[in-house]
């Protein structure tokens, strides 16, 4: 499955932007889906997943409360809205994919996905 990722952009602390990962190549529903990120000079951390099928979600504690992963299959697309920014959120982001069987229930680690995006970056002005 190959992934396109978009929405990032310039945007003031405590505003929101909604990014958007679109998938070609198979069918988004075979995949469970997560979102991480990288700042400059930092390693790459998970920032929430979502099962095939959305039955289940997970979200990094640095995001609880602000952010909100969810998929749509039938548009072959996952997103990450994300509210109340910080300044601390500036990154680039990336979606990825790992195929699974079952529903399954998203992991954090990055190399539990094959697929990969080729990010898009969010800047939060303070």
């Known amino acids: 499955v190959q992934l396109q990722a978009s929405g990032g952009g310039l945007v003031q602390a405590g505003g929101s932007l909604r990014l958007s990962c679109a998938a070609s190549?198979?069918?988004?529903?075979?995949?469970?889906m997560g979102w991480f990120r990288q700042a400059p000079g930092k390693e790459r951390e998970f920032v929430a997943g979502?099962?095939?099928?959305?039955?289940?979600?997970y979200l990094a504690d640095s995001v609880k409360g602000r952010f909100t992963i969810s998929r749509d299959n039938a548009k072959n697309t996952a997103y990450l809205q994300m509210n109340s920014l910080k300044y601390e959120d500036t990154a680039v982001y990336y979606c990825a994919a790992e195929f699974s069987p079952l529903e399954g229930v998203p992991r954090t680690p990055g190399d539990a996905y094959y697929n990969w995006g080729q990010g898009t970056l969010v800047t939060v002005s303070s």
């Open positions: 979502i099962s095939r099928n959305g039955g289940s979600s």
């Open positions: 190549g198979r069918t988004l529903s075979d995949y469970i």
